[in-house]
């Protein structure tokens, strides 16, 4: 059974810093892996996604990177902004159907 | 708006009624997914639709939820008997089939409040 665990919960740093946020997974077996952005009482917005035979993805300030054999995921932002003040949820497709296992997200506050 | 749609995005019912929600994907999307979200976890998968067929289901989706996508297009969730614990934001996606590369976008969400 696949589990995604998202560290750290919680992170508040100053404004301007590079911060990573980690996402790990427990069956290598993936079809793909998406970082997504909620901001409080609304949808999911898509960042970024990986496929299997990828090793990482970037969009902006954004890093995406997948190790599959370790079960790791990593998402960098660079020069954090108050604007990224949210929660990042990693999400992992299997390979053996649709069905997509969420991490409980890291809550990122980015102090002006 | 070209995004995936939800409504209604709030509905507060006492216990033991019924309620429906309805999801517009992305035009052309084929693939329509539902989750259900408590506060401070992440979506939890509850089924999921390629067209208009329903082709996973989530041990989740007790006997009192039933899902349709009649036509291919629209979807709608419906939770019969309400209870305290059916509380939660209810979030639909849609990807597209050989799209690139499968990538879920999601609509705002129906918050539900059971009373």
């Known amino acids: 059974k696949q589990e995604v665990t998202q560290i750290p919960a919680a992170l508040s740093v100053p404004e301007g810093e590079n911060l990573v946020l980690n996402c790990s997974f427990t069956?290598?077996?993936?079809?793909?892996l998406q970082w997504f952005r909620q901001d409080p009482g609304k949808g999911l917005t898509s960042l970024l996604l990986?496929?299997?035979?990828?090793r990482e993805q970037t969009s902006g300030r954004l890093n995406a990177s997948l190790d599959k054999s370790s079960g790791r995921s990593t998402l960098y932002i660079a020069a954090s902004q108050p604007g990224d003040s949210a929660t990042y949820l990693c999400?992992?497709?299997?390979?053996?159907?649709?069905?997509?296992?969420f991490g409980a997200g890291t809550r990122l506050f980015v102090k002006a | 708006d070209t995004g995936v749609s939800q409504n209604p995005r709030h509905k507060i019912t006492k216990r033991g009624q019924n309620v429906t929600f309805r999801c517009d994907p992305i035009?052309?999307?084929?693939?329509l997914y539902w989750y259900r979200q408590t506060l401070g976890q992440g979506p939890e998968f509850l089924t999921y639709?390629?067209?208009?067929?329903?082709?996973?289901k989530s041990r989740l989706l007790s006997d009192r939820f039933s899902a349709e996508r009649p036509k291919g297009s629209f979807s709608t969730l419906e939770i019969q008997r309400t209870e305290q614990g059916d509380s939660a934001m209810y979030l639909c996606?849609?990807?597209?089939?050989?799209?690139?590369?499968?990538?879920?976008?999601f609509g705002p969400g129906t918050r539900l409040t059971v009373l």
């Open positions: 996606a849609s990807s597209l089939v050989g799209g690139p590369p499968n990538e879920q976008f």
């Open positions: 990986i496929q299997s035979s990828q």
């Open positions: 639709f390629q067209n208009e067929a329903q082709l996973e």
């Open positions: 035009s052309e999307h084929n693939r």
């Open positions: 999400a992992v497709r299997g390979t053996g159907g649709f069905k997509t296992i």
């Open positions: 069956d290598s077996a993936i079809y793909n």
